[in-house]
Every structure is written in structure tokens, then in C-alpha cells.
């Protein structure tokens, strides 16, 4: 999506460097019954795709499934421990859902 508009559309997309984002204010809107609005998304530099058309498929992303429900998370959530989830180093997004690597962290020494 670019200002608001659909540029394109693909059946699996890879994301490198994602930061997952909640605008609250369309979350709340959007529990106070007004129209449903994007208002949740992921920002990152595409690694791959794969055209709705085209029959190719992606290898699997080994890593953790990663979901948004507005209705019980404020936030993206890991899909096993419910963590909150804002970054990524790769995620994997098909009709299936959403499977990311976490973000590596520096160690402390």
C-alpha cells in the first residue's frame, strides 16, 4: 500500500528488517462499531513474492507464527506465548498466515 492506495497484490510476500504497528486510535474506532479501517500493518524491504498468477512457491520460513486480533491484543502477538511482538528480522506472510524470525539482540556484555 502506498498513501492509502494498493500498488500491488501477491499470494506469499517475504519481509526483511519488519516493524509490526497498532495505530490505537483506528483500533479504537474500529471496537467502537464505525467502519472497520487498516489501522495494523507491517513496514519492510521485500526479499521475495510471489504473483497471485503465478504458480511458484515460496520454501517455508522456519520461525514463529505471528497474528493481530484487534479484539483481544492491542498489538501483533507471538502465536504460541502471546508476546508482543513490534520487529522482525524476516517474515513470511501467505494465505496461511504469518511466520517471522525474531529480532536477534545484541549480547550484553
Known amino acids: 500500500m502506498q498513501d492509502g492506495r494498493v500498488c500491488a497484490s501477491a499470494s506469499q510476500i ?20 464505525l467502519p472497520k ?8 524491504h521485500v526479499v521475495d513474492y510471489v504473483h497471485p498468477q503465478d504458480t511458484r512457491r515460496l520454501k517455508a520460513l ?9 479484539y483481544r491484543f492491542a498489538y501483533f502477538v507471538d502465536s504460541n506465548t502471546y508476546a508482543p511482538v513490534t520487529a522482525a528480522e524476516l517474515v513470511h506472510f501467505d ?6 524470525t525474531p529480532v536477534e539482540l545484541p549480547l550484553v556484555a
Open 37 to 44: 479501517n487498516v489501522h495494523a500493518y507491517a513496514i519492510g
Open 62 to 70: 522456519e520461525g514463529r507464527g505471528v497474528f493481530y486480533n484487534p
Open 95 to 100: 494465505e496461511r498466515g504469518a511466520m517471522y
Open 14 to 33: 517475504r519481509l526483511a528488517g519488519v516493524e509490526f504497528l497498532v495505530r490505537q486510535s483506528g483500533r479504537r474506532r474500529m471496537l467502537r462499531g
